[in-house]
């Protein structure tokens, strides 16, 4: 990931419109800015959401608050809590996500 030609900016998330993306079930309402090539979001999902996909794209992932259970397509699972990240890079570990009671994070890809 390059950073550049990205003057310096502040972002009030609570101004950005979120988009909603429906999952197997539940919701996910994405707050997006992008800077340069650099996607990064706000995202909260509601409670009970499961992906409705195998993401294979990278990200750097922080957990702000509630609980994210991250699964891997070869079976490994994780949990993060508010102040867990994880990252990985495009096309190397298919994941997705889900949460029983709800998850706001921020991502960066």
């Known amino acids: 990931m390059q950073m550049q ?3 310096f900016g502040v972002t009030d998330w ?3 419109p979120a988009t909603t ?3 197997v079930s539940g919701v996910a309402h994405w707050r997006t800015q992008t800077f340069g090539g650099i996607r990064v979001r ?4 509601s409670p009970g959401y499961l992906a409705d996909h195998w993401c294979r794209k990278g990200h750097i992932l922080l957990v702000l608050d509630g609980q994210l259970n991250t699964e891997l397509e ?3 699972t994780f949990t993060l809590t508010p102040g867990q990240s994880y ?3 495009d096309q190397a ?4 996500s889900s949460t029983a ?3 706001s994070l921020f991502i960066v890809d």
Do not use: L, N, T
């Open 42 to 45: 706000m995202v909260e999902y």
């Open 14 to 16: 609570s101004a950005v």
């Open 93 to 96: 570990e298919a994941h997705r």
């Open 87 to 89: 990252q990985v890079a």
């Open 21 to 23: 993306h429906p999952g």
């Open 101 to 103: 009671d709800g998850a």
């Open 5 to 7: 030609d990205i003057p």
């Open 74 to 76: 070869d079976g490994r």
